[in-house]
């Protein structure tokens, strides 16, 4: 019996613009069981990154609650909101925002260093998560040095540094050639496979929709099955 | 954690600016370790000069205007007054003890040097004595005995029970024998000579007359009082106190220091806001980077500490490269202010024969002593005020919400 993950109930999020209530998200309500592969598409302001951005710890609801392994984040201080981002999310963004001034090494180390893992034992993970991703050999180059397809493989590497549950991805093929992007889809669904690991994807890119094990669509702030 | 190696790198990036804001600490640095060399030079040099200056909180010695006859040049024996002076000073209230002084310049064995008459007893009374290192100081039965400085001994490669031979003004010439040498630590004091008074009245021919009445006051506090007591009822005689000059000398010092702590302080004040505006541009510039460590897990201590780590680092190379300027300073300084200090001080009644064997003491040069404390207060202080003007900007950073420092380009 597969074991939900994540449940969101009526979430809403309103920004305010001036003296305007924008409206990011409209009472979505989702159910993500472990293991699944989910992806979210929507025409650009639909508040896909906003839903994204909440289930990841990173935004608090207008309204709404979230529950990921039985714990309402909404509820979570600041301190244990940041816990929650380093051990139980990983996150990976379309810009791939590595860390300029750190090699590839490093950047895969920067979690682990922040959940207070001891210096050479996180090299050995760096290495071996690097390895996985097939940039064992670019482990000492900064990202300036780096192709885009290749920052995008060091910054999967980074979100997997802690053994994250889910993994949330926005775009994360958007700036890729379709070669880097099947690439990049490959390692998620070996990941998906090898780990059991639940992938959130935001994406209008149909080579990962294609990959994807649920799809939904969002819509003015509502979500809908696609 | 990369704090450090994030600090450094984003340092190293930007190294003009780096170099730029460093600097604005070194200014400060440099300028108080300059000023705490000073002042401990200072008062290695103040505390010399009350040693040197003994119990005495008197001097009376004649105050008439010295008519051009007989001072004899080089061999010059300064306005006298009568002995018996003395006992009537010694009736005065407040007053603890007088010892009279006959002092004149002369040769011994050809180095020429200052002679001090005295009586033993009421001069260890008065000064609390000379330190003796080798032998005994002159008793009441003295004749013929001299107690000689260190330097004085060492330049006339002399030993412990020789004769020497003293040479004055009228070409009177008396063998005297070491029985003592004295040391003070002020090479130009250890070239006096002492000799007792009766010894002293005898070879200048200056019977019954003394050039000095060392007074020494029951209380400190009765030295001014006493010195006007004195001088009023007294004609003639003038009188001055060592300890004013010291206090008046310190002060002076004092108010140096201030000038220099203003000026260093300010410095550093300037500095540390140097340091807190390159500090917010690298919080700005990298907004970015904040909202992703946020977003990969890190918390607001986390933040806090890679900033304050990187302020840290430019107050540790700002005291770093202030120290070694300051160092650098220290031996310059001297040398441009030489004139400032043994003018500044030796209008304050120095004129005085009785001062003569002090004199070294007062016009020497300050000379700055660098000390391990002083190296390593202006070292930290670099840290701390690094540390402080990089709370504001890294608690600024800590704060940022990840979501909007994720828009941020």
Known sequence: ?226 | MFTWSLAVRNLKRRKLRTGLTASGIVVGISMMLMLLSLVSGMEAQTRSMVRALGGVDIIVSNGTIPAREGMGGFFGIARTLNESLAQIIGQIPGVYAVSPQLSFSGYIDGVRTTIYGINPNSYVEVTGGLNIVSGSFLSENSKNEIVLGRALMDSLNLTLGQDVTLEVSQGERRTFRVIGIFETGIVFQEYASYITLADAQNITGQNGLVTQILVKCEDPSLVSDVSSLISSSISGVRVSSPTTIVQQASQMLNTLTLFFATIGLVALFAGSFGIINTMIMSVTERTREIGILKAIGAKNADIMKIFLAEALLIGLMGGGFGVITGIVLTYVFPMLTSGLFSSGISPIGLGNPGFRGFRGAFSLNITPTITPINIALCFSLGAVVGILAGLYPAWHASRMKPVEALKHA
Do not use: W
Not at chain 1, 67 to 96: H, M, P, S
Not at chain 1, 116 to 138: I, Q, T, W, Y
């Open chain 1, 1 to 226: 019996m597969p074991k939900t993950i994540i449940r969101a109930i009526g979430l809403s999020k309103i920004y305010r613009r001036g003296k305007i209530n924008v409206p990011a998200l409209n009472g979505v309500n989702l159910e993500v069981t472990h293991g699944e592969i989910v992806g979210i598409m929507g025409p650009s302001g639909s508040g896909k990154t906003t839903l994204l951005n909440i289930i990841g710890g990173l935004d608090k609801p207008t309204q709404g609650k979230i529950f990921v392994d039985g714990v309402d984040i909404t509820l979570l201080n600041e301190k244990d909101l940041a816990d929650y981002r380093l051990k139980k999310v990983g996150f990976i963004f379309q810009f791939y925002n590595l860390i300029p001034t750190l090699t590839a090494i490093e950047n895969v180390e920067v979690p682990m260093a922040l959940a207070g893992l001891p210096k050479n034992e996180r090299r050995e993970k760096a290495l071996n998560l690097l390895r996985m991703v097939g940039l064992e050999s670019r482990a000492d180059h900064k990202p300036d040095e780096l192709s885009g397809g290749e920052q995008q493989r060091v910054a999967i590497a980074r979100a997997l540094a802690n053994n994250p549950s889910i993994v949330l991805a926005d775009e994360p093929t958007g700036d890729l050639d379709s070669k880097s992007a099947m690439a990049f889809m490959k390692i998620v669904r070996d990941l998906n496979k090898r780990n059991n690991q639940t992938f959130i994807i935001v994406t209008h890119d149909p080579l990962v929709v294609e990959q994807c094990t649920r799809i939904y669509t969002i819509r003015d702030g509502r979500l809908e099955s696609a």
